[in-house]
């Protein structure tokens, strides 16, 4: 696709999310599987449900922008999976494995405010404003599960997996 416009821009940074979302959605139920820590399960699945929403409301600013919501496969998110599946194969005590867990799915979170933060930015300037709407409830859900991850991971997380075994 050649980019001539930011309006193309946009257009590609959504389908990347889009991409990225749909990843997500079959990555999160191997980590949930994967965590040893009812809490961090829970955090997993729930984010499972919330990135499910993330989906429906892209193809919603598809919609708006009058564009087919058609993914673009999405090479960052790719790698991040990747680096996450490689924690659930390394022979780890449970408390560290959720430790690296937490890791490995905040870079997932940075790595998706970086971007739907960037997309808003673009619909804003290009008056999209009900997309701009839809990509910021989206980004401050990315937040709000950063924010979690940090707290399970300073509360009990990382001093469970500082002890020695």
Known sequence: MKMNTLEDLLVHELK???SAEKQLIKALP????GASNEQLRAAFEEHLEQTKQHVERLNQ???QLGKSARAE???AMEGLVEEGSKVLEEDMSDDVRDAALIAAAQKVEHYEIASYGTARTFAQLLGHTGAADLLQETLDEEGETDQKLTDLAM???NQEAAQPD
């Open 16 to 18: 990347d999310l889009l």
């Open 155 to 157: 509360s009990f997380v």
């Open 61 to 63: 600013v598809f919609e």
């Open 73 to 75: 496969h999405c090479d």
């Open 30 to 33: 191997k980590m949930a599987k």
